[in-house]
């Protein structure tokens, strides 16, 4: 027996074979036999791979030329180059052929090798030798994420398993089909821990290098809540977790109960918002099975990294997602944020920017991305304007740094408002905007934005991240990614009596809120409303209901004399550990 320690993602227990194994970091690609059978697939991989990524090329050809110039959009051209040469193609195919190696080996090995001798020749070869590579992740990319359908392929539940998991491949999960994900990398607050919360199914990342010491025959027990990976498990240890999951599902059997109400209260009766948080319209139906308040954030970025062949989606895409779960939401409020790409969340095969970021989570993104791509944002509020007159919807920008950004980004708003209503297309005309408080920057200006938003929703993700300069899915710097960390707690607390002052309501939808303990440290700091992933909602309910707002205050006010985070979370799990116990 193994056992292997990660961090823990989303709560519960599955046992079960690792007989799904994707591996979608874009790096030196394992060697993979293949039967000479499969020769035939692996080319139509291939052929489907090259021509997702040449439209790709095109695509962002096409946008580099309108938005930067032509100059820009010829920067494109020396990959369409290489990638429509034969002879590149050929020396794959050989491989793939002759070799009989999977088509993401054959794909590295040349283009790597073809970089290597370019590299040999001169230094003034060497940004070609870049190309080339990166070129061969294009392809990967497109090779990788075909493999997440075909490990799905079989009829019963299976064990995601993966070096590391990208966000675009981890959307494209079947969750009838995962019973759960573990990661050998990855960190709680990635942009993968998100979407595979939204899944619903027991999640480990970063538990260390396990794939090698596995094959289809491995028994394994992912334990969610403690971020656990165990390999072979001996029959005692076996026999436990098949208690812990009886006890899991008697847990959820109970909770359900809670679902008949939209409302949570804490013991003294004080009414306290759960919303959900969804990534896929689906979704909105579990929200509303658990009793959700609403939906507190919708993220709108699956729209473009499940796209099948690249490219960005229609309005018209956008407007069917949008109705869709405004009208399963039967009235009550959905919070759209507009689409919250660049860093890690980018659609494969495009880039937004002439030149790769040194440093993509500091570079163009979230809202920032908005602005430099009109025609992408209008399209998007379009289509939320339009999708308003099925429900109640609010319209949230993410990574607000300054008012002048929100304030550009209304303008945009009203002026594809004003075009619907001169068009006669019906629309919601008094739908709210606001922002995710996610920088420090947004907090210690927040006074000049609440005089011009109408709500606010704390990101503790990415407000953490900035806060501590941290990138939030390095495992290396993961001691300083702390949810209780004082300096977020102090930005919380700010951005609650600011919009208190100013009679704005506030809500927190990131990771933070979704853990039990801190839920009652966030009460006693003044929070009245939460939005977490739909799997939670039923749990925070029942701890809402084991407090008094009282308790709380007097929680918090421990907590903010405190000096580090550990001191924060000890004193949050004894007091819940006292109330609540220690199972699921």
Known sequence: MKIYQGVPVYPGVAIGKLSAVVDDRVGVQKRGSIDPGQVDSEFSRLDAAFQSAGDA??????????????????LYDAYLLILNDPSLRASVDKLVSEELVNAEYAV??????????????????????????????RLLHELLASRVADYQASDEPTIVAASFLKPSAAAKLDPD????????????????????????????????????????????????KLGKLILDPTPDVLAQYERELESYRATEARLQALANSTVAKTRDGVEIEIKGNIEFPSESKACREVGAAGVGLYRTEFLYLTRPNGGLPDEETHFRAYKEVAEAMEGRPVTIRTFDLGADKLPPGLRFSAEPEPNPFLGLRSVRLSLRNGDMFRAQLRAILRASVYGKI???????????????????????????????????????????????AAVVTLEHFARDVDFFSIGTNDLLQYAMATDRANPSVAELYEQESPALLRMIKKTI???????????LCGQMGGCPENVPLLLGLGLRSLSVAPGLILRLKEVCGNYSISECVELAKRAMLMESAAEVRMLVR????ERAGTGY
Do not use: C
Not at 57 to 74: M, P
Not at 497 to 507: I, T
């Open 177 to 224: 089909k995962t019973s759960a994900i573990v990661t050998e990398n990855g960190a709680i607050g990635s942009h993968t821990a998100i979407v595979a919360s939204a899944l619903r199914v027991p999640t480990a990342l970063g538990v260390g290098p396990f794939l090698s010491e596995t094959d289809d025959s491995t028994v394994a027990i992912v334990d969610g």
């Open 574 to 577: 004894n007091d819940w550990k």
């Open 497 to 507: 009596d600011v919009a208190d002052v100013y009679g704005k309501p506030v809500s």
């Open 57 to 74: 090329l095109r695509a962002n050809r096409e946008d580099a030329t309108k938005q930067l110039g032509e100059e820009f959009g010829r």
């Open 108 to 137: 590295d090995f040349t283009l790597n090798g073809y970089a290597e001798r370019l590299r040999g020749l001169d230094a003034r070869y060497a940004e070609r030798a870049n190309d080339l590579l990166d070129l061969r992740d």
């Open 394 to 440: 609010s319209i949230m920008f993410p990574l607000v740094t300054t008012i002048m950004e929100f304030r550009k980004a209304r303008m945009v708003y009203n002026d594809v408002r004003d075009e619907l209503a001169e068009a006669g297309i019906p629309f919601d005309p008094d739908i709210p905007l606001g922002i995710m408080v996610e920088t420090p």
